[in-house]
């Protein structure tokens, strides 16, 4: 008996270190809600989110080697905060890359820009990641990118619009 505990144990720690789930609910339905505000398939944005920061992490922050930051779930770079905002936000309130809801909504109205400008939403997705002078400097940056997305994406068993879950 003692055995089978400590095995189930064993495999819920494993278990727990290789999955992940988006509980919550107003933050998944705001997502939903914008990617089809700008005609966005959610899956990917979410895809985009997982790749980033496993979603689950609003307070996320990665240095980059340039001295500038990166900041929440998707992973905003800081040296863009202000243009993103003088560019995209239409709010009256001040852009916050800090605040869940904002990151997530610059995110989708960044994308939806690169979709644009580049006319394709497999390049907007490389684009994401490298820069849109990246995306020409740097193809396999933008590809192996776009591989990881795919991979994430593929990680998504569960999609609603109150839950997600995937695995690592």
């Known amino acids: 008996m003692r055995k089978i505990l400590v095995v189930m144990m064993l495999l819920l720690v494993s278990f727990s270190l290789f999955a992940g789930e988006i509980t919550d609910k107003d933050l998944i339905r705001f997502v939903s809600k914008k990617c089809k505000e700008y005609n966005l398939p959610a899956d990917i944005v979410f895809a985009i989110g997982i790749n980033e920061s496993g979603f689950r992490n609003i307070r996320s922050y990665s240095d980059n080697s340039n001295g500038s930051y990166d900041i929440g779930i998707f992973q905003i770079n800081s040296y863009y905060v202000r243009y993103y ?3 995209f936000w239409y709010r009256e309130e ?3 890359p800090w605040n869940p809801y904002h990151n997530c909504e610059m995110a ?3 994308l939806n820009h690169l979709r644009k400008y580049t006319g394709s939403l497999a390049d907007a997705i490389s684009a994401y990641n490298t820069g849109l002078r990246g995306l020409k400097k740097y193809p396999n940056v933008g590809y192996i ?4 997305i795919a991979n994430s994406l593929n ?8 839950y ?3 695995d690592r």
């Open 145 to 148: 990118y776009r591989a990881k």
């Open 155 to 162: 990680s998504i068993k569960v999609f609603t619009e109150e």
């Open 85 to 87: 905002e003088r560019t």
């Open 94 to 96: 001040d852009f916050n």
């Open 164 to 166: 997600i879950y995937f």
């Open 108 to 110: 989708i109205m960044y």
